[in-house]
């Protein structure tokens, strides 16, 4: 299905709106997966251990992750587009100038600035669609923008092998440059519409306590199955984030304009979307991570063919996703986002029975699944969302959006692998398999839940007074919206 027929009923300067937005999602979700194909080359060329170079691939997941909050307030207060804009301009010269880099510390201190330029887009541009696009239109851009990040995902991969073996690693950041400042002229044409200065205080204090939480936690986990979970190393990080987290939270509940609302959370069907939403990324994640190693380990696949069978995730995914942001739409989105987690549900309930004779087109099928239950719970929730809190706020929500799946994929990696460790015991075939399969049994009471809450709790979407018709129309009319 051609994303530009579900395009229809749109109006001309949501479809320009969307394509800009939808470009930059594509080069963005890509950048993630294509420098993975160039990490051994990196450390051949700066001679690091293994555990070193695992930071240039997850530094941008953490800094995107514990920054978007504060970018998300910081475009509620001073413009979304400007935020956004200015967040491609510093990833096109974090490119560049990563592609510069004669050494690993400046290797990783222009990765850093790059992810800054993440932190600053990522949020914005669900908040950017959910301002400009008419409420009644606001799941099929959503799902149409999702679609664009998967084959972002996609093509990455394919992307920088084909780059990294021509012209090597460097290329790839270099590659990247020149679309970034593709992406920055067009954006200056597409991204106009003024935008108001809020004047009031930015919870800095909080964004610093989050930067210091967030980022601990996520190290915690990521040497705790190395380090040992009660080793002194793992317990000192998991102290660190504990305490900056615990300081954080303290601070949103008492700072008059915090940059993290909990007062969303006492919506029981803002608490359901959100519920809905964690749990994907909590099943997504560890799916990502144990099928290409149980293809290859158990049922010894060779690598090409692994390649081929794990692209049925991200194709459903682009598939679904339009089509799951406009059934939503059309009816209600707790029937949609029901469908979706129910999908999931299956996908999980086939993966846990695999065993170490399961054949190819099995995992295919799950792996359709979950690409299929993302795509229609996905939009279906965040429409949900959008719905349930005021346009001035988009942006940080859209960014608690971002932290929230961030979060529940490292927490449902890092769950799993825990369960599928203890059962197996031992580096084998049968073993691995014993481990995966109670991991993924583990999850069906949680993905039961979801269905169940999505269908009975998420109700529909409360249309708020600033999105009633004539406001609509009002919005899409926005000069660039």
Request: hydrophobic letters at 55%; a positive charge; proline letters at 5%.
């Amino acid at each position: 299905m051609r994303p530009l027929s579900l395009a229809r009923g749109m109006t001309a300067a949501e479809v320009r709106l969307l394509a800009v937005l939808g470009a930059g999602a594509f080069v963005l979700a890509s950048t993630y997966s294509s420098i993975n194909v160039a990490l051994p080359r990196i450390q051949d060329e700066f001679e690091i251990s293994l555990s070193a170079l695992k930071w240039v691939s997850i530094i941008g997941a953490i800094m995107v992750a514990s920054l978007s909050l504060s970018f998300g307030r910081m475009g509620d207060l001073i413009g979304r587009r400007r935020v956004y804009r200015a967040g491609i301009i510093i990833y096109t010269l974090g490119a560049g100038l990563t592609a510069l880099a004669f050494s690993f510390p400046q290797l990783m201190a222009f990765r850093v600035f790059m992810a800054v330029g993440l932190a600053m887009s990522n949020p914005l541009a669900g908040a950017i669609i959910a301002e400009a696009v008419a409420p009644e239109r606001r799941g099929q851009a959503v799902g149409l923008y999702a679609s664009f990040q998967a084959a972002g995902q996609l093509t990455g991969p394919t992307f920088g092998g084909i780059v990294l073996d021509l012209a090597g690693w460097r290329a790839i950041f270099v590659s990247y440059l020149a679309i970034g400042v593709v992406l920055c002229f067009a954006q200056q044409f597409l991204l106009k519409g003024a935008e108001e200065r809020r004047r009031e205080a930015f919870d800095y204090l909080g964004s610093v306590l989050l930067l210091v939480g967030y980022p601990s936690l996520l190290i915690a986990f990521s040497v705790g199955p190395g380090s040992g979970w009660g080793s002194p190393l793992t317990l000192l990080w998991f102290a660190i984030a504990a305490a900056g987290l615990a300081s954080f939270a303290a601070r949103e509940l008492t700072f008059e304009k915090p940059i993290f609302h909990f007062r969303f959370f006492r919506s029981a069907a803002f608490c359901i979307a959100m519920f809905t939403l964690a749990v994907a990324s909590f099943v997504q994640s560890p799916v990502t991570l144990f099928a290409p190693i149980y293809l290859q380990k158990v049922l010894t696949i060779d690598p090409f063919t692994v390649g081929l069978v794990m692209m049925a995730l991200p194709v459903s995914t682009l598939i679904a996703g339009p089509v799951g942001g406009t059934l939503a739409d059309r009816y209600n989105p707790r029937t949609i986002a029901g469908l979706g987690a129910f999908f999931t549900l299956l996908a999980v309930l086939l993966y846990s029975r695999l065993g170490v004779e399961a054949p190819v087109a099995f995992v295919a099928a799950a792996l359709v699944l979950v690409g299929l239950g993302g795509g229609f719970f996905r939009p279906a929730s965040q429409v949900a969302v959008y719905g349930l809190v005021e346009r001035k706020d988009f942006a940080s929500v859209s960014a608690m959006l971002v932290l929230l799946q961030s979060l529940s994929g490292t927490l449902g990696a890092t769950v799993l692998v825990a369960i599928n460790e203890a059962r197996a015991g031992a580096d084998d075939a049968a073993a691995f398999t014993s481990g995966q399969q109670l991991a993924f049994t583990a999850l069906l009471p949680l993905l039961a839940l979801a269905v169940v809450t999505s269908f009975l709790g998420l109700g529909a979407r409360k249309r708020r007074p600033e999105e009633s018709p004539a406001a609509s129309q009002a919005a899409s009319a926005e000069p660039g919206a």
